[in-house]
């Protein structure tokens, strides 16, 4: 994932967390011992700043009695933005397509220059 889409996916989860933990009624502190965390690493996993490890996500769905995929944002029946833009266009491609590109990147110069003169000619038919 870029980092582009990693920072909108951090303060998607920030912003979520804070929402649950203030409906909780639990300081940032509360939960930050709960998760196993420093109450300033939590602060900024609030801020967006940071995204936490799969342990402690877990951990922190467990405090503050979320599903993960709240947290994340993927059940509100759209695509998130930072899901969006995080998705390449490759996985549009049909199956045959991504199979010949991973070959094709195996290749060198000399054989890429090859199968392109083959495909140019295959096009021509």
Not at 7 to 13: E, G, H, M, R
Not at 76 to 89: D, F, K, M, N
């Amino acid at each position: 994932m870029g980092q582009p889409s990693t920072s909108k996916l951090a303060a998607n989860v920030g912003e979520l967390a804070r929402e649950a933990r203030v409906r909780a009624g639990l300081t940032q502190a509360d939960v930050a011992e709960r998760v196993g965390l420093a109450t300033e690493v939590y602060g900024r996993l609030e801020r967006g700043r940071m995204l936490p490890s799969v342990p402690s996500l877990r951990r922190l769905c467990i405090a503050l009695r979320m599903p993960s995929d709240s947290l994340l944002g993927l059940n509100t029946g759209e695509v998130p933005t930072w899901a969006a833009e995080a998705s390449p266009e490759e996985y549009d491609e049909v199956p045959e397509l991504r199979r010949l590109m991973r070959t094709l990147r195996k290749l060198d110069g000399a054989q890429l220059k090859l199968i392109g003169l083959v495909a140019s000619a295959l096009q021509k038919r």
